[in-house]
């Protein structure tokens, strides 16, 4: 029996709804974000992301964009073989996988990747890699100063948003600036805008958006129907970024992480950069704090980097001390953080991004 036409609503170009993806939840509960069959047609990306015969692992789970795209996506696509693990492989259990499998394609968050270079083993897997991805959080300065050496022009770098898929892409090592992803994707115009939505010249910093062909609003728990999608629209980012005269997107920070300190907005990119530039520091966080005295003032939150003692005993005052004479020295007064708090590990979401809320919100409990 000959199966009917198939209904051109569920075929390439579709209306219908085709799947529904999580955004970060950085800023706020995850949302579900609807694509449309017809969403998935076209957008190649900027770089060769596999091969027949390539084997790839991504340590990002597939209810996240970036982790289905370099899952499934990428493996219908090209004809990679795909690694996968049930349990959320861990950076020991990604170095045994990488090695058991052979893997020549990773795909990570910038922060797996920093404790990844800590796992004995890394440097036979890493150097068998034929492309390592990044995405889903800023590369800090001092990880690209890392990886750079190690990877070479086989780390990408990418930039992008659930609700409108990638934004921008490009090689660390090709850049100066650590602050430089690379140009917006083919078809993808970028502009960088002001508090009054006036586009700001080459350099200036603002406000990135982008043109997209297809936005999706994300919808809360038990918010109603499929909300529809905005066609060909300039979508706001919401991160500080900047387009330099050679047309590359560099991001400095989400506009909603922007702390006010003494009337002077603070990026807490900037302050963390200088933090993680220690070497006795893994990573960095900082937040604004509420003191008794009613003033408010940056806390830092600080990952001591392993074996070298830091953030123990005694030492950890003395270590604060000399990481706030460090700021002190660099940034202005504003950008200084008043103390320290040590922790094992910063509070991230399942997609490796800082949970900027977590520590605001925990922060009472240390003044």
């Known amino acids: 029996m000959v199966a009917a036409a198939p209904d051109t609503r569920f075929a390439d170009g579709g209306e219908e709804p085709a799947l529904a993806l999580f955004t970060s939840g950085t800023t706020g509960a995850p949302k579900l974000c609807f694509f449309l069959h017809g969403n998935f047609v076209g957008g190649r990306a900027p770089y ?27 493996t219908l696509e090209t004809g990679q073989i795909a690694v996968l ?19 020549t394609t990773l795909f990570a968050q910038p922060s797996f ?9 890394h440097t036979e897997v890493l150097g068998r890699l034929r492309l390592a991805v990044c995405a889903g959080e800023v590369l800090s300065a001092r990880l690209r100063e890392r990886l750079v050496p190690v990877l070479g022009d086989r780390l990408i770098n990418g930039y992008g948003a659930t609700e409108i898929g990638s934004i921008a892409a490009g090689r660390p090592a090709a850049y100066s600036l650590p602050s430089a992803v690379g140009p917006a994707f083919e078809g993808r115009p970028v502009r960088v805008v002001d508090a009054d939505g006036h586009v700001l010249p080459v350099g200036r910093r603002g406000e990135l958006h982008i043109r997209v062909p297809f936005a999706t609003r994300g919808v809360a728990r038990g918010s109603g129907p499929v909300p529809r999608q905005l066609t060909d629209t300039w979508w706001p980012t919401g991160d500080l970024a900047s387009v330099d005269e050679d047309a590359v997107v560099h991001v400095h920070g989400r506009l909603d992480d922007v702390e006010v300190i003494g009337g002077q907005n603070v990026v807490p990119g900037e302050v963390e950069r200088l933090l993680e530039s220690h070497p006795r520091v893994l990573e960095a966080a900082v937040s604004a704090v509420r003191r008794p005295a009613g003033d408010t003032s940056l806390r830092a939150y600080v990952v001591a980097a392993p074996g070298t003692g830091a953030g123990e005993g005694t030492d950890s005052d003395a270590l604060a001390a ?13 950008k200084v953080p008043h103390d320290v708090v040590w922790l094992d590990a910063l509070p991230r979401n399942g997609n490796g991004k800082i949970l900027r809320r977590q520590l605001r919100a925990d922060g009472g409990q240390f003044v």
């Not at 597939?62 to 499934?72: C, E, K, Q, R, V």
């Not at 000399?322 to 504003?334: D, N, P």
């Open 48 to 74: 060769k992301v596999a091969e027949p015969g390539a084997v790839g692992l991504s340590v990002s789970r597939m209810y996240f964009l970036g982790g289905l795209s370099a899952t499934l996506f990428t």
């Open 85 to 103: 693990s049930r349990p959320r492989a861990t950076p020991a259990a990604a170095v045994e996988l990488m090695r058991r499998h052979q893997v």
């Open 113 to 121: 990747l920093a404790r990844l270079l800590l796992e004995p083993g």
């Open 322 to 334: 000399e990481l706030i004479g460090l700021a002190r020295s660099r940034l202005s007064w504003y």
